[in-house]
């Protein structure tokens, strides 16, 4: 108790020595919480957009289809029995379902052409569950048994095609023969997640099915929307071992978004090691200024720290002293660091940041260019505020150890 | 100004401990400046270097239709002449210019196979086999066969494409399209060569044919979609473009074909940009951070040295030459740290840079669709030392004027105090 009075004392007579080393630490600090909002902001839009407009949460399909779901092939569907279907929609977690025929397809006016995927969505379910019917910017949703289809703002505008006007798809079918669907735009839809923007055209499933001579139940998958993305993957194995159990033979399994979504899984951990970094550098910095700090403060006080070990201090209990001295100093630029960090994430998550301005075109990501609103996380607080008193602490130990080790008959003969 | 300096460096010595621990900070924002930014440019150079080979040339000529809906890679809207004569004719004039060193012609189109019940779009180049060896080397993308010869139906396959379509070098293929008047046909090649450039778009999506054989399949005789152009090097850009321009002001044309520098591209060119100036400030925020570190032991030399500063003043010197004395002080501890820190950081960027840094095992489980190789050989480049080094000694400098700008308050009468 009485080491801490000290040290508590001690570093209130410098005042400013020591709210300057706190700040060294408290802005590395602040740093770090902002970048790690900002990437977990970054990454849960880009989720979100998956989520939302494109995977769900879960996905129901074949194992061979999921080998080679990147050709859109026309093997291996989905058909579900009306039983399966109800026990899985049934459970606690799934709040919806909806199937969906992909296919390939070359989008054509008669004089350019575009490939791309068709979507055949079942109308009803995939208004409920996804955002599509909700990003319509222009025109309406499409009509229950018409040949129309929502397509995306870019698509529509590389076509040149407005509300109301004609396209056809050319694709292939089951038959291995081309046909053509002819469809009129219904409405036209602009997304944060550029892809569905530009390379999708919804359409009614069974005008595909019909197209593409597959039979009436089914579907290249069925996506599954959850309560919380955050159940998918325990929920993706729970459903596959209920699909395997049923008395289909058929190869079905539940896929969860993080399989769907290789590319910013890497991403993200591509950002989190950007952090480490960022981490390991304010771990330097801090532990450059705290030792700088402790060495000029024992420098000054050899003749104190002399006169503490002959009134019988043991050189542990000094240098836990001058330690304690650090920590305090951690202990202050960390709330400082924290404080700054949370004001910081407060403005970013209110009023966002476009650290896309100026740039044209976009990304080969499902991230959306589009303004970037900061993400809390309280761990990262807590982690980062004990981070910078244990690095403190540590580093002042070092410097504390060379100056208590001193003899203190040499200092006091000074 | 001599003597300023020689207190300030006195002042250094007496306390070698206290002022080697003062410049530890900067020492290492510099090496880690250094270093970050050398992996940065090492990235960022091989991607302006693929990207202007493939996609934008130094500069790229095309019809502004054409560009304001480029995804459809319209056949409509093509480069056929300063006014209608023709490309050889218009590649002949260009060739004039001095500014120019190569001109490739490219006519790309969208192509593609049906197999069973699956579809799979790709992308055609017609491009000039030699112009294309010769100007960016084109041959050393050649994985597996060789390049196409100009005048047969053959094309070279990017890898994954030729994977995905389950094809071997050797093999035939017929492939669908659209011609110039918007009939679909067919036409069988000889797959040559596998190509694999490394930049995943372009080995998944594309291949190559002679570019007389696509003019000729697609109806489209001495014309090209696009001419990318190229100088004696990539900053050669604007004066590419103003010496074009002015020839298409002459020869006609200026009112449809548009010129674009590598640099407006787009994507991912400005992408890196921007990044590179991010990185920069958040280079100078970590040196000014340990900056900090030298305001810290300034203040505290300032107060140590109350006495002596008093006595100085009282002999005569003036304000401005106090705040001199001291702002030495921390400029020199700047330079002296952000000097160590550059030769260390050039060091191990230059060790690294043959050595190279393997992330293998850090992203080991990120798989092959990584954007970026896990093996990086950082740049190293005196510019970026310097650079590096420039920016500790300023932003050092600038901050120790705020303590030592308190030096000069310090009142004559101080000299005569007993400070204990």
């Not at chain 1, 990003?135 to 929502?150: F, L, N, Q, T």
């Not at chain 1, 039979?215 to 309560?227: C, G, R, V």
């Amino acid at each position: 108790m009485l080491i801490i009075k000290i040290a508590l004392r001690n570093l209130s007579r410098h005042k400013k020595r020591t709210i300057f080393t706190a700040i060294v630490i408290a802005v590395a600090i602040c740093f770090y919480v902002f970048a790690d909002a900002l990437i977990l902001g970054m990454m849960d839009s880009s989720y979100e957009n998956i989520t939302e407009y494109e995977f769900g949460h879960i996905q129901l399909m074949s194992g061979e289809y999921w080998e080679d779901k990147d050709d859109l092939p026309l093997q291996n569907l989905i058909s579900l029995e009306e039983e399966t279907l109800a026990r899985i929609a049934g459970r606690p977690e799934v709040t919806g379902y909806a199937p969906r025929l992909d296919f390939s397809a070359e989008m054509t006016d008669g004089r350019d052409s575009i490939p791309l995927i068709g979507r055949g969505i079942d109308l009803e379910q995939e208004a409920s569950n996804f955002r599509i019917r909700d990003s319509i910017i222009e025109g309406s949703y499409i009509e229950e048994g018409e040949p129309e289809a929502v397509i995306g703002q870019s698509l529509a505008e590389d076509m040149e095609l407005e509300v109301g006007d004609f396209f056809m798809l050319i694709v292939r079918t089951r038959g291995e023969s081309f046909n053509v669907i002819d469809l009129t735009v219904a409405g036209i839809i602009n997304t944060p997640n550029p892809y569905i923007n530009d390379n999708v055209v919804f359409l009614p499933i069974d005008l595909a099915r019909d197209a593409l001579l597959v039979e009436d139940n089914q579907a290249s998958h069925i996506s599954l929307k959850l309560t919380d993305r955050e159940l998918a993957a325990d929920s993706s194995t729970e459903i596959s071992e209920l699909l395997t159990a049923g008395p289909a033979s058929e190869n079905y399994r539940a896929y969860s978004w993080e399989e769907g979504a290789e590319d910013l899984i890497v991403m993200q951990e591509y950002s989190d090691m950007v952090l480490i970094l960022v981490l390991g550098v304010i771990l330097l910095l801090a532990m450059a200024g705290i030792a700088n700090t402790v060495i000029l403060s024992v420098i000054e006080r050899f003749k104190e720290i002399g006169m503490m070990k002959a009134m019988g201090m043991k050189i542990k209990e000094v240098t836990f002293l001058i330690g304690l001295e650090a920590a305090g100093i951690g202990i202050l630029g960390g709330l400082l660091g924290v404080t700054l960090g949370a004001g910081a994430v407060y403005l970013l998550s209110t009023y966002g940041i476009n650290i896309y301005a100026g740039m044209e075109g976009e990304l080969d990501l499902p991230i959306s260019m589009a303004v970037i609103y900061g993400s809390w996380k309280p761990g990262t607080f807590i982690f980062v505020f004990f981070y910078s008193v244990i690095i403190s602490f540590i580093s002042g130990l070092i410097p504390a150890y060379w100056g208590a080790k001193k003899n203190p008959v040499d200092i006091l003969h000074e | 100004m001599r003597y300023i300096l020689s207190i300030a460096l006195r002042n250094l010595r007496r306390h070698k401990l206290r002022t080697l621990l003062s410049i530890s900070a900067i020492i290492i924002a510099v090496i880690v400046g250094i270093f970050y930014r050398s992996i940065l440019i090492a990235y960022s150079e091989s991607t302006f270097e693929n990207f202007i080979q493939l996609e934008s040339g130094h500069v790229r000529l095309v019809d502004e239709e054409y560009a304001r809906r480029e995804r459809v890679l319209s056949l409509q809207y093509t480069v056929d002449g300063f006014a209608g004569e023709g490309l050889e004719a218009m590649m002949a004039a260009l060739k004039e210019e001095e500014a120019l060193s190569g001109i490739l012609p490219r006519l790309r189109f969208p192509a593609f196979y049906a197999e069973g019940d699956e579809m799979e779009h790709m992308l055609g180049w017609g491009v000039d086999i030699e112009g294309e060896v010769e100007e960016i080397d084109f041959d050393r993308h050649l994985a597996e066969g060789r390049l196409p010869d100009p005048g047969s139906r053959e094309i070279a396959v990017g890898y994954s494409l030729l994977d995905k379509l389950n094809r071997q070098v050797g093999d035939r293929i017929t492939l669908l399209y659209n011609t110039s008047y918007n009939s679909l046909q067919g036409s069988t090649f000889t797959i040559t060569g596998k190509i694999d450039t490394g930049l995943p778009y372009f080995d998944a999506n594309i291949f190559v044919t002679p570019l007389d054989q696509s003019q000729d399949f697609l109806d489209m005789s001495d014309r090209a979609t696009e001419l990318l152009l190229f100088g004696s090097n990539r900053d050669q850009d604007s004066s590419i473009v103003s010496a074009v321009s002015s020839r298409l002001e002459t020869d006609g044309g200026s009112d449809r074909y548009q010129l674009t520098s590598w640099r407006d591209s787009g994507g991912i060119v400005q992408w890196l940009m921007a990044y590179q100036r991010i990185i920069f400030v958040v280079m100078a925020g970590i040196v000014f951070l340990a900056s900090l570190i030298i305001i810290n032991t300034l203040m505290m030399v300032i107060k140590e040295r109350r006495k002596e500063i008093g006595t100085m003043s009282s002999l005569g010197l003036k304000d401005k030459e106090i705040v001199m004395i001291f702002t030495c002080e921390g400029a020199l501890m700047g330079t002296l740290g952000s000097v160590i820190g550059a030769i260390i950081g050039g060091g191990l960027t230059a060790y690294f840079s043959v050595v190279g840094l393997d992330f293998t095992e850090v992203m080991g489980s990120m798989g092959d669709s990584t954007l970026i190789d896990s093996v990086v050989f950082p740049t190293f480049s005196l510019e970026n030392l310097l650079v590096a080094m420039v920016l500790g000694i300023i932003v050092s400098t600038m901050a120790c004027i705020i303590p030592a700008r308190q030096a000069a308050k310090v009142e004559p009468s101080e000299a005569m105090r007993d400070l204990k």
